[in-house]
């Protein structure tokens, strides 16, 4: 499948778009104000050990303590790590590892491992999300085009994505042959990849490791040893393959830069770096800007009419499929399968292009017939497979609900681009006038019931629509108020009032 990357350079913002047959699949936007942590390494010291919840907070120099599981904690020789991902892509973000740690059996309670005041090289494995501070991990791992190198275990590993027997086994002899000093996991990148090149890999990442290293061992406070590549360097490491025809760049700058890595990294594809010069913004080659304005809304309609409703709160995301304006052609069956098929490539597509993470549910139209419900379900599993963040998918529900994790390591598109509305603090939802203007009679109620109020009127100071509203549509309650406690009730108007805010004094 023809595929193409783009780079969009500006002074304080990169943005990197996949696109597949000209649609957008991956999009990665990174800010200067804002830069992303994960990959980097810091010396940490351990502030508080939590032996009830098996973790520990540390400071690596980040505004938030970071926080380390137990799990996150390499011990002996670090081989009981890979236990249960053998053949898995890296270990770092990229590749999206199984986060298999946090559910297994403690062998070693976190008392145990570690003490307040140590110090220790750690790795950022997610950016601080909403009120977290950053998971962190104990497990070093350095990635390359071909290999992710681990400097300080021993360890040999295949992506499961090699699926040629042979070919895995030829690449684990070559990196016996090579014998690095580090543990070594082979990406899919490397499949028909040469001896010379892998060794050229593991070299240079063993050097970085012993540099690093010497750089922890000099710092002697908490802070940052090593810091990944640009988010420009980091995509093409990671995305770069057959299938990528062309990288466009639209800054000479970052244009001489990427011509440089490539052709230290991945010669063969030196000649598909093109500086873009046209006048036309280079997203608007495929109405990217459009796509990542349809990414931010909440909901998304369907070619067929039907739309998909996609809410992120803080514990999951929730996806709710409607057939909207598709009334279908045979039977009302027939309509609901094709609306949630129709419904299973937007949502899979969202997914990664909104890269949200964590707990989502998807709640599918009813679906009598369990053959339908088993071809909406493969169909969902399938879609999932052009994912590179790992996901895990359950059954069906009788009520025709998904529960699915999809892996989170960074803050979403909507996270990334927006903020919470500052008129309604991210709720979502303001009241309505009446329920105001009705909290407003009973605070009266209570101001004049419980006090020996002598002064003759009562003045509320709130926002001018709650006033229209209350001489407009509450005039009856307003005059039964002033009948009964006998003080006149005046409003005063107040603009820089929120619509909710409002005081009452007497006079």
Known sequence: MAAEILINVRPLETRVAYVESGTLVDLKIERKSSPTWVGTIHRGIVTRV???????FVDIGLEKAAFLYVGDIMTGDGKDFFEEEDEQESSIPEDNRDDFRASREIKTPIQDLIKEGQHLMVQVAKDPLGTKGARITTHISLPGRGVVYMPFIKHVGISRKIEDE?????LKKLIQ????????IVRTAAEGTTEEALRSD???????????????????????????IDVELRSLRDLMSEDVSTVWVDDEEVYKKVSKFVTQLMPKYKHNIILYEEKKPLFDLYDIDLEISRATERKVWLKS??????????ALVVVDVNTGRFVGKKDLEDTILKTNLEAVKEIAHQLRVRNVGGIIIIDFIDMEKESHREQVLQALEEELKKDRARTNVTAMSDLGLVEMTRKRIRPSLVKTLCEPCSYCDGKGYIKRKSTIANEIFREIEREVGLSDLNKKSLIIHCHAEIVDWVYEEENETLEHLEKKFGHSIAFKIETAYHLEQYEIFDN
């Open 50 to 56: 939590l032996p009830g919840m098996q973790a520990a």
């Open 202 to 228: 593991i070299e240079y990442l063993d050097r970085l490791g012993k540099e690093i290293q010497k750089n922890y061992e000099k710092r002697k406070s908490a802070g940052l040893v090593h810091a990944e």
């Open 305 to 314: 009419g039907g739309y998909i409703v996609l809410d992120e709160a803080e």
């Open 177 to 184: 042959k090579i014998n690095p000093s580090g543990g070594v």
């Open 166 to 170: 042979l070919e895995k086994e030829r």
